[in-house]
T-cell receptor, first 116, second 112 residues
Framework: DAGVIQSPRHEVTEMGQEVTLRCKPISGHNSLFWYRQTMMRGLELLIYFNNNVPIDDSGMPEDRFSAKMPNASFSTLKIQPSEPRDSAVYFC??????????????FGDGTRLSIL | DAKTTQPNSMESNEEEPVHLPCNHSTISGTDYIHWYRQLPSQGPEYVIHGLTSNVNNRMASLAIAEDRKSSTLILHRATLRDAAVYYCILAAGGTSYGKLTFGQGTILTVHP
């Protein structure tokens, strides 16, 4: 079975450019999570969706970040405009969650983003 | 979110058992105890989780204290591939959709 698929694996771009990260969750999973990992702050949850609806975006650092989930098989995380401090590894994860359930999350391999 | 405390690092020899401790003294009755690990240059990987009773799966065992204020992840025979950062996480039950808050974790080094 295919796992969580993220693209691109690596992205290098200049400050001020728009960056779009993509995620395809595991088929049948109804929850999707975006995380960011840096040496200084570790793994941080940015936003998560359940049944394509954003549930909690309190981890999104600022208005330059936005995330969408137009359907059950695709999500994007967009940064506009990008800044050097956005450089990090961004992970997407999916799971079969209900409001009271506690199922494991399955992570993708991440997108390593470098903003010059 | 309730917090967990783990040692920064631990070392083990190959083919020996490893006991990774985690303290969570402020755990609430609906919090699940999750363990994930992250190998170098990879995304986190689910290991095991439980609520009150001890749990076993093909990867590891989870021993939960009777008062639930601590738990131990047990790797029965460490291999070099088990070298990773191990995260102990409390996942709130109720209306949380299984939200996870990662701490700093324990860096496990396995010696051949």
């Amino acid at each position: 079975d295919a796992g969580v698929i993220q693209s691109p694996r690596h992205e290098v771009t200049e400050m001020g450019q728009e960056v779009t990260l993509r995620c395809k969750p595991i088929s049948g999973h109804n929850s999707l999570f975006w995380y960011r990992q840096t040496m200084m702050r570790g793994l941080e949850l940015l936003i998560y969706f359940n049944n394509n609806v954003p549930i909690d975006d309190s981890g999104m650092p600022e208005d330059r970040f936005s995330a969408k989930m137009p359907n059950a098989s695709f999500s994007t995380l967009k940064i506009q405009p990008s800044e050097p401090r956005d450089s990090a590894v961004y992970f997407c994860a999916s799971s079969s969650q209900g409001i009271f359930s506690n199922q494991p999350q399955h992570f993708g391999d991440g997108t390593r983003l470098s903003i010059l | 979110d309730a917090k967990t405390t783990q040692p920064n690092s631990m070392e083990s020899n190959e083919e020996e058992p490893v006991h990774l401790p985690c303290n969570h003294s402020t755990i609430s009755g609906t919090d699940y105890i999750h363990w994930y690990r992250q190998l170098p240059s990879q995304g986190p990987e689910y290991v095991i989780h439980g609520l009150t009773s001890n749990v076993n799966n093909r990867m590891a065992s989870l021993a939960i204290a009777e008062d639930r204020k601590s738990s131990t992840l047990i790797l029965h025979r460490a291999t070099l591939r088990d070298a990773a950062v191990y995260y102990c996480i409390l996942a709130a039950g109720g209306t949380s959709y299984g939200k996870l808050t990662f701490g700093q974790g324990t860096i496990l080094t396995v010696h051949p």
